[in-house]
């Protein structure tokens, strides 16, 4: 079982940036296909972009496709979520998953492991 911490939420304007970062311990984030999500107030949980063991594929939600991007920094365990020209809508609590399954899957129950999450707010 890998832990998972996010940090780097907090507020940011429309049209900012903001990146987040995902660090594992007790295992090697490589080993598994990595994946954020996010609740913003009174919505279920969503998908927001993922990448796959090695990184050869990545998924994105269309809601953010062009303005989030995502990396891995295997020297330090962690993964990152850098979301640029963010919006209003944006605003969630954003959380860091780790699956075992191969590819990049969009659905929760396919993470295993899931850190505390982190708010994001963006004000208009």
């Known amino acids: 079982q890998v832990q998972l911490l996010e940090s780097g939420g907090g507020l940011v304007q429309a049209g900012g940036s903001l990146r987040l970062s995902c660090a594992g311990t007790r295992r090697t984030l490589s080993w598994y296909a990595m994946a954020w999500f996010r609740q913003a107030p009174g919505k279920e949980r969503e998908f927001v972009l993922g990448t796959s063991r090695d990184g050869g594929m990545t998924k994105y939600a269309d809601s953010v496709k062009g303005r989030f991007t995502v990396s891995r920094e295997n020297a330090k365990n962690t993964v990152y979520l850098q979301m640029n020209s963010v919006k209003p809508e944006d605003t969630a609590v954003y959380y860091c998953?780790?699956?075992?399954?191969?590819?990049?899957?969009?659905?929760?129950?396919?993470?295993?492991?899931w850190g505390q999450g982190t708010q994001v707010t963006v004000s208009s």
């Open positions: 998953a780790a699956s075992t399954y191969g590819g990049v899957p969009i659905t929760q129950s396919a993470y295993g492991d």
